[in-house]
């Protein structure tokens, strides 16, 4: 592999688009993977590209995210927090914090991601979960499940 991954048309050379995931509550996401961890940096660096009015899974996990916004706009929620996001915004997404991205209704959202090589699986609300985060009225009309 190159050292140098030419950046064109919000896609990097030589890295494949792949699927958001196989299935699931989401709509309009892809994913590429730009770094996979090593030995010394055990991370993996992503980028995430959501088709306007689009959105991410509603979703929670035990390791955490870092994320810069490298494209357009939209809105996220971490926690019960809920807040409007642009180009060069950062967002950390602490350990067990329910999580969405959402793209806004006229332009894409693209995002790195930065997580730890080794991860837990996605946890999905159950029906409980959606009426804990229900209580908020912002939260239940933000929500996509």
């Given amino acids: 592999m190159s050292t140098v991954r030419k950046f064109r048309d919000f896609g990097w050379e030589d890295v494949p688009v792949l ?9 309009g996401v892809t994913r590429q993977v730009l770094f996979e961890g090593e030995e010394s940096l055990p991370a993996q660096w992503r980028y995430f590209e959501v088709e306007p009015g689009g959105h991410s899974t509603l979703e929670r996990h035990a390791h955490i995210h870092y994320v810069l916004i490298l494209r357009g ?9 809920i807040s409007d996001i642009a180009e060069h915004d ?3 997404v602490p350990s067990l914090k329910w999580h969405q ?8 959202l693209g995002f790195l991601c930065l ?3 080794t991860r837990d699986r996605p946890q999905l609300p159950a029906a409980e979960d959606l009426a804990e985060l229900s209580r908020s009225r912002a939260v239940a009309d933000f929500v996509r499940p």
Avoid: M, N, T
């Avoid at 699927?19 to 709509?27: R, V």
């Avoid at 706009?73 to 927090?81: F, H, Q, T, Y």
């Avoid at 991205?101 to 894409?108: G, I």
């Fill in 90 to 92: 950062l967002i950390e």
């Fill in 73 to 81: 706009r939209g809105r996220c929620l971490v926690g019960e927090d």
């Fill in 19 to 27: 699927a958001y995931k196989e299935g699931g509550p989401y709509k």
């Fill in 115 to 117: 997580v730890s090589a």
């Fill in 101 to 108: 991205f959402r793209a806004a209704e006229d332009a894409p």
